[in-house]
Nanobody, 130 residues
Framework: QLQLVESGEGSVQAGGSLSLSCAAS????????MVWLRHAPGKPRVGVAV???????IYADSVKGRFTISKDNAKNSLYLQMNSLKPEDTAMYYCAADRRTFCSLRGVVVGLVTYPYNYWGQGTQVTVSS
């Protein structure tokens, strides 16, 4: 089993920055794919950024150029640096991971099917005021 714990909750004004962290423990070999997702009230949960085991990254169009996902394998940690924050970035942010390797913003792709990520953190709130 893999346990994920997010930190970095905060409130900032538009244009500000926040950094989120996700600490992984347990069987970290289950974390070939790691992703940040967010869920705003009244909206579906969406993938924000993905980092694969080879280090390649994928970003949602809404955050490209503003957010940076990174991971530190030695510390078993995932990070999300968020700059130029906008009120529409307000959401609960979740860290998720999976041992399968072909991951996308929507989930893990196996053949023609996209599956939800297997491991999830509890979430951390980000609030951006105008």
């Amino acid at each position: 089993q893999l346990q994920l714990v997010e930190s970095g909750e905060g409130s900032v004004q538009a244009g500000g920055s926040l950094s989120l962290s996700c600490a992984a423990s347990g069987y970290t070999g289950s974390s070939n794919c790691m992703v940040w997702l967010r869920h705003a009230p009244g909206k579906p949960r969406v993938g924000v950024a993905v980092v694969r085991s080879d280090g390649s990254t994928i970003y949602a169009d809404s955050v490209k150029g503003r957010f940076t996902i990174s991971k530190d394998n030695a510390k078993n940690s995932l990070y999300l640096q968020m700059n130029s924050l906008k009120p529409e970035d307000t959401a609960m942010y979740y860290c998720a991971a999976d041992r399968r390797t072909f991951c996308s913003l929507r989930g893990v792709v196996v053949g023609l099917v996209t599956y939800p990520y297997n491991y999830w953190g509890q979430g951390t709130q980000v609030t951006v005021s105008s």
